[in-house]
């Protein structure tokens, strides 16, 4: 009877253990490059949040939209590939910063069929999950 106490106790905590901040964020972003890849525009933006802003207000969440929407109609493949994830925490919000590589099958969007950008994103939390509230890019 312990030991079937012990073992429910046990699976309790682990269920519910909180995956770490940093960690899920780099999944989160992880998992928007897969979307991405795979053509899933509506899967990436769910992780932006609605008053998203990018590049100094020059991208709205909209127009992130209508940019993510043009690259996957424009390119024969996609491909996206994320370096190494820094996460800076503070409280509720968090500032990720990465490089990603895009390649494009057809050439069309990327000249060079390749650019890798330097990320720079901010996110805050919201109920259980992370969102993108604000990224700025540059290429490298």
Not at 30 to 38: R, T
Not at 95 to 101: E, G, K, L
Request: glycine share 8%; hydrophobic share 45%; charged share 25%.
């Amino acid at each position: 009877m312990r030991m079937v106490m012990a073992f429910v106790l046990l699976s309790t905590l682990a269920a519910c253990a909180r995956v770490p901040d940093a960690k899920a964020i780099r999944s989160t972003i992880q998992a928007m490059a897969a979307a991405a890849e795979a053509r899933r525009t509506g899967e990436v933006l769910d992780h932006v949040a609605a008053d998203f802003t990018g590049n100094g207000g020059e991208f709205d969440r909209s127009a992130l939209e209508r940019l993510l929407r043009a690259r996957v109609l424009a390119a024969q493949s996609l491909g996206v590939s994320i370096g190494d994830v820094e996460v800076e925490l503070d409280g509720s919000r968090a500032i990720a910063r990465f490089d990603v590589t895009l390649t494009d099958g057809s050439g069309r969007w990327l000249p060079d069929r390749r650019a890798v950008l330097r990320m720079t994103t901010g996110w805050r939390r919201e109920g259980r999950g992370w969102l993108c509230y604000n990224a700025n890019w540059a290429q490298r």
